[in-house]
């Protein structure tokens, strides 16, 4: 059984989904952002960056628990405990970690300071300018990238698991998704999943 961590957020939906896909049964504990829950001392004790998402899983490697935090460990340790979604051949799996680290290091961190800005109710310019001129600039890659591959990777892998739900925030980060067209042929294909739709409700509070 794997305890899930989580809040309704970009980083918290790729978890939730990808326990979806592989069909592992977890329960979910909602960890209330706005008020907080992530700083209690309990919830630091799972994960010390005081974020979400986080998993305990109760049957980890060699049948002890395991606790993880950072949505692309997540990820990646659930594909390799279940053996989906991330192949074993070395080329294709090392292109899935590329795109991987791709959303991680830039897609997520990217996006995540434009819907900041964008939010922020004293507006800022320089750094709506600056994150949303960045974010183009990611959505232009994912275009090429998906003009020649269906998936990031090819297959449908955790590269897409981990970048979907950021490319769902598409109206908060002002982009049209009508502008990158291989993204959105790429992201109406991963929102007709069920498996998505059932992890993009959780949770459910
Ligand atoms: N690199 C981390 C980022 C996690 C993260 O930024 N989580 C946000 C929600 S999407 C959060 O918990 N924010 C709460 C806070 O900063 O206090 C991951 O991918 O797990």
Not at 16 to 33: A, D, K, T
Not at 52 to 73: M, Y
């Amino acid at each position: 059984m794997i305890q899930l961590f989580t809040w309704g957020t970009p980083n918290g939906k790729k978890v939730s989904i990808m326990l979806e896909e592989v069909g592992i049964p977890y329960e979910v504990h909602p960890i209330n952002l706005q008020k907080g829950d992530q700083f209690a001392s309990e919830y630091l004790a799972i994960n010390p960056n005081n974020k979400i998402p986080s998993i305990i899983d109760t049957d980890g490697p060699g049948g002890q628990p395991l606790t993880l935090f950072e949505s692309g460990a997540i990820l990646m340790y659930l594909a390799e405990k279940t053996g989906k979604l991330f192949p074993q051949d070395m080329r294709k799996r090392y292109e899935v970690i590329q795109w991987l680290m791709f959303q991680m290091g830039g897609v997520g961190p990217m996006f995540g300071q434009a819907n900041f800005f964008f939010r922020l109710s004293e507006k800022v310019p320089y750094a709506i300018d600056r994150y949303h001129k960045e974010a183009l600039r990611l959505y232009k890659v994912l275009d090429q990238q998906l003009g020649k591959k269906e998936y990031l990777a090819g297959e449908y892998t955790i590269a897409d698991i981990a970048t979907y739900p950021w490319v769902w925030r598409h109206e908060m980060h002002q982009v049209k998704l009508e502008e990158f067209p291989n993204v959105k042929r790429w992201y109406d294909a991963i929102s007709a999943r069920p498996a998505v739709q059932r992890g993009m409700q959780i949770p459910k509070v």
